[in-house]
T-cell receptor
């Protein structure tokens, strides 16, 4: 158990819908990262927040957004869903922001868009 | 991000050592070398990291070449539970962010 929790574990929805994925980082961790894992693209970095502020953006679509709240939990919002958005979404957290920091990953949310 | 090259797959017998290679010829002086693994149906898991010197922890050892253009993750006694995809990742502090850029990794199969 990494200490990172993600809800829900599974999500099935239809095209055009909007969903919210939730992540609670390990206690004391200030950084939260979101990653997407699909069969064709592998594991890809989406976005990072550090202590409530956005710090880096990766291959995140404009239909996707995220935020980190004062209690440090984070939410990833996916809207106007398409079939290709079906993937595993992982959240990770780390203590700070450094290149030597370990990232601890949650169990993931499996999103299926029908 | 500097690129890493790993074999697509490797096989090992249980209880034998496994050496997983990684080439990173374009590594810069401030890049850390990280290894993560992903067991089936789980999120990635940190294994080990280093900068210049060899590193040991309870899970594995990391041997870094003197010129830092390659490294090797060593599992001293592979078990069936070590069957996973192993990712070698170079990690630089870019601006104020530090993401992980995953490649395709090495799929390790461990057999009895």
């Amino acid at each position: 158990d990494s200490g990172v929790t993600q809800t829900p574990k599974h999500l099935i929805t239809a095209t055009g819908q909007r969903v919210t994925l939730r992540c609670s980082p390990r206690s004391g961790d200030l950084s939260v990262y979101w990653y997407q894992q699909s069969l064709d693209q592998g594991l890809q970095f989406l976005i990072q927040y550090y202590n409530g502020e956005e710090r880096a953006k990766g291959n995140i679509l404009e239909r996707f957004s995220a935020q980190q709240f004062p209690d440090l939990h984070s939410e990833l919002n996916l809207s106007s869903l398409e079939l290709g958005d079906s993937a595993l979404y992982f959240c990770a957290s780390s203590v700070t922001n450094g290149a030597a920091d370990t990232q601890y990953f949650g169990p993931g949310t499996r999103l299926t868009v029908l | 991000d500097a690129k890493t090259t790993q074999p697509n797959s490797m096989e090992s017998n249980e209880e034998e050592p496994v050496h997983l290679p990684c080439n990173h010829s374009t590594i810069s002086g401030t890049d850390y070398i990280h290894w993560y693994r992903q067991l089936p149906s789980q999120g990635p898991e940190y294994v080990i990291h280093g900068l210049t010197s060899n590193v040991n922890n309870r899970m594995a050892s990391l041997a870094i070449a003197e010129d830092r253009k390659s490294s090797t993750l060593i599992l001293h006694r592979a078990t069936l539970r070590d069957a996973a995809v192993y990712y070698c990742i170079l990690r630089a502090l870019t601006g104020t962010a530090s993401k992980l850029t995953f490649g395709t990794g090495t799929r390790l199969q461990v057999t009895l």
